[in-house]
């Protein structure tokens, strides 16, 4: 029993399984610490997006594989609206500049990272020729998903232009769309303000349209009463000097010429003439007789 004990272990360490835990092992050894103190790296819009969407598509699709995940997280990405990526975009760049200024203070107090020097090749070594990685389609042929077209695996170009994402060219022309949309905001700002203002001005207008209209009205409703009362009083007139020859009339007082002989009466009543005295006073008691009954009524 010793015996095949010790032959299981001997050929456990040959296994190549064995060999490669030594490797890592050996790996992980070698391997630097990491700096804690140096400065987390910022992550771009879409790694924020990933970051934050992954947990929530993984739960929804337990049985989706991590390239299947990718490609659903970059449709989201290239469906979602200017306003939704703006808020991405700017939160990496506040990011950026945090990462900028810790740097910055980091290399103040430390230094400057060492770059590793590179490892010349021996005078006798037998160059190796590299493999040159694997293309996209190539990966996709090795996931092995049936009636899916390697061009259509990931979009990799902002819909509408050439330029490729993650990139400078990309980032400057994310710049420009900001400050476009940044001109478009402001404008937006000003057309509501000079609406706001219109519509003030048009309801100002209308309550003072309706106000006129409300005071003419009732100018037109006074005129009216004025027109029959006016009426009532030159009939009254007609009334009093229906048997009365008025001087300088060739006519008796009809309501047509009850202007004309009151302007008479009022003309012989100032003179003071003797001779109208007792006409003036008796078509005056009869006028006062018809506007009473004019206010009676």
């Known amino acids: 029993q010793i015996t095949c004990v010790y032959m299981e272990s001997k050929e456990a360490e040959q296994s190549p399984a064995a060999d490669d835990s030594v490797n890592m092992s050996l790996k992980r050894r070698n391997t630097p610490e990491k700096d804690l103190s140096h400065p987390k790296k910022p992550e771009p819009p879409f790694s924020s997006y990933c970051t934050e969407r992954m947990a929530e598509v993984k739960a929804k699709h337990p049985e989706m594989s991590v390239a299947d995940t990718n490609d659903t997280l970059l449709a989201e990405w290239n469906d979602l609206s200017a306003d939704r990526k703006q808020h991405y975009i700017d939160a990496a760049e506040?990011?950026?500049?945090?990462?900028?200024?810790?740097?910055?203070?980091?290399?103040?107090?430390?230094?400057?990272?060492?770059?590793?020097?590179?490892?010349?090749?021996?005078?006798?070594?037998?160059?190796?020729?590299?493999?040159?990685?694997?293309?996209?389609?190539?990966?996709?042929?090795?996931?092995?998903?049936?009636?899916?077209?390697?061009?259509?695996?990931?979009?990799?170009?902002?819909?509408?232009?050439?330029?490729?994402?993650?990139?400078?060219?990309?980032?400057?022309?994310s710049r420009e769309m900001e400050s476009e949309l940044r001109k478009l905001r402001i404008s937006n700002t000003e057309l509501k303000e000079e609406k706001a203002l219109l519509e003030?001005?048009?309801?100002?207008?209308?309550?003072?349209?309706?106000?006129?209209?409300?005071?003419?009205?009732?100018?037109?409703?006074?005129?009216?009463?004025?027109?029959?009362?006016?009426?009532?009083?030159?009939?009254?007139?007609?009334?009093?000097?229906?048997?009365?020859?008025?001087?300088?009339?060739?006519?008796?007082?009809?309501?047509?010429?009850?202007?004309?002989?009151?302007?008479?009466?009022?003309?012989?009543?100032?003179?003071?003439?003797?001779?109208?005295?007792?006409?003036?006073?008796?078509?005056?008691?009869?006028l006062e007789e018809q506007l009473s009954r004019i206010q009676n009524k």
Request: net charge negative.
């Open 94 to 173: 506040v990011e950026n500049a945090r990462y900028a200024r810790e740097y910055g203070a980091f290399t103040q107090t430390n230094g400057p990272p060492e770059k590793k020097p590179k490892v010349a090749d021996p005078p006798d070594a037998i160059p190796v020729e590299r493999e040159e990685p694997p293309s996209e389609e190539a990966k996709m042929n090795e996931r092995g998903h049936p009636g899916r077209q390697p061009s259509a695996v990931r979009q990799d170009f902002v819909a509408g232009t050439n330029i490729c994402i993650f990139t400078d060219q990309f980032l400057e022309h």
């Open 200 to 286: 003030d001005h048009t309801k100002r207008m209308q309550t003072l349209m309706i106000r006129l209209h409300k005071e003419a009205k009732e100018q037109e409703d006074r005129n009216n009463a004025i027109q029959v009362h006016l009426g009532a009083l030159r009939e009254a007139v007609v009334a009093a000097l229906c048997d009365v020859t008025v001087p300088g009339l060739i006519t008796c007082a009809t309501i047509d010429t009850a202007d004309e002989c009151v302007n008479v009466l009022n003309a012989m009543a100032g003179e003071g003439a003797a001779e109208h005295a007792e006409l003036v006073a008796r078509v005056t008691k009869r």
